[in-house]
């Protein structure tokens, strides 16, 4: 199982940045995809997440300026980030979750954001 993060990288306060998560070794239409990040000194938090239904779920911060969606002809994950602030840089995650016997749970390497000016 693969998932392999994209398009992080350094913005200005107000800016966008769109990450992409792409998965490879599962069946990805079954699975819940979510973004989590981790902040410097800080824990792993969930930033978003989207259902096989297209049900999403937001963390409270990113409301209004987060948007999640998939989609599974490309395996793929997005995270459309607008209206950047610093409190967003950290190291965002992807991650692929089904409740089975055991549940599944990957996780991707990550990649960087750094909201500054």
């Known amino acids: 199982v693969q998932l392999v993060e994209s398009g992080g990288g350094l913005v200005q306060p107000g800016g966008s940045l769109r990450l992409s998560c792409a998965a490879s070794?599962?069946?990805?239409?079954?699975?819940?995809m979510g973004w989590y990040r981790q902040g410097p000194g800080k824990q792993r938090e969930l930033v978003a997440s989207i259902t096989t239904g297209g049900r999403t779920n937001y963390a409270d911060s990113v409301i209004g300026r987060f948007t999640i969606s998939r989609d599974n002809a490309k395996n793929t994950v997005y995270l459309q980030m607008s209206s950047l602030k610093p409190e967003d840089t950290a190291g965002y995650y992807c991650n692929a979750n089904i409740n089975l016997v055991p549940p599944r749970n990957y996780w991707g390497q990550g990649t960087q954001v750094t909201v500054s000016s």
């Open positions: 070794g599962i069946i990805f239409s079954i699975y819940t």
